[in-house]
């Protein structure tokens, strides 16, 4: 989601999405921080589309019928674009870098970052979180990013990675053939 330059913060909520989210090999180490936040954070959460958000059924007799089916299809596929994973020669992600500093510039929400679904592991959820710091300041030499967190020293932890489960189907199952 973050364009050159343009500094976000990854984390995530639990420490096996944290892991997979790295794409580790076996045998790889990984080292984890648990992080506390230093002001209360809002977040644009995607993922609260498929937890919270019950949709009424949509009627056709409905006069915003189509416009009510759009939107929901809009936040569906941005969701989606935005979990998924980018590979070395992926320019798809344009979409998803525009639409994070949106939110992030958007004056009437004021978000500190987004919530997502992470791909890596299901059930899990990852957070961008925005730099806090004066725009005009990133070309300063001493510039430092500026997040709402700060890292508990005592919970940090070294991994060893032993397994890594893939799960797979076959292709035209998978709509691809």
Same mark, same amino acid.
């Given at each position: 989601? &973050?364009p ?7 984390? &995530?909520?639990?420490? *096996? ?7 580790? &090999?076996?045998? *790889?180490?990984?080292?984890?921080? @648990?992080? @506390? ?7 644009? %959460?995607?993922?609260?589309? !498929?937890? $919270?958000?019950?949709?009424? /059924?949509?009627?056709?007799?409905d006069? !915003?019928?189509?416009?009510? &089916? ?25 979409v998803? @870098? ?10 009437? $929400?004021?978000? %500190?970052?987004?919530?997502? @679904? ?12 925005? *730099? ?8 300063? /030499?001493? $510039? ?7 890292i508990e020293? %005592? ?6 990675v032993?397994?890594? *489960? ?12």
């Amino acid at each position: 989601m &973050s364009p050159a330059g343009i500094p976000l913060l990854y984390v &995530s909520r639990e420490l *096996d999405t944290c892991i997979a989210e790295v794409r580790p &090999s076996i045998g *790889d180490t990984v080292v984890v921080g @648990q992080f @506390q936040s230093t002001e209360p954070l809002k977040f644009f %959460d995607f993922t609260a589309l !498929n937890r $919270w958000l019950k949709h009424e /059924p949509l009627s056709l007799f409905d006069p !915003n019928y189509q416009k009510r &089916s759009e939107y929901r299809l809009l936040l569906r596929y941005l969701h989606e674009e935005i979990s998924r994973p980018v590979r070395a020669n992926d320019t798809d992600y344009v979409v998803t @870098q525009a639409l994070a500093e949106f939110i992030r510039y958007e004056k009437n $929400w004021s978000f %500190d970052g987004i919530a997502f @679904q992470s791909v890596q592991r299901k059930g899990g959820v990852n957070y961008a979180l925005f *730099d806090r710091g004066a725009p005009e300041h990133i070309h300063r /030499p001493e $510039w430092r990013p500026t997040f709402h967190l700060s890292i508990e020293s %005592d919970a940090v932890t070294v991994h060893v990675v032993d397994s890594v *489960d893939y799960r797979h189907k076959v292709a035209t199952e998978a709509g691809l053939a």
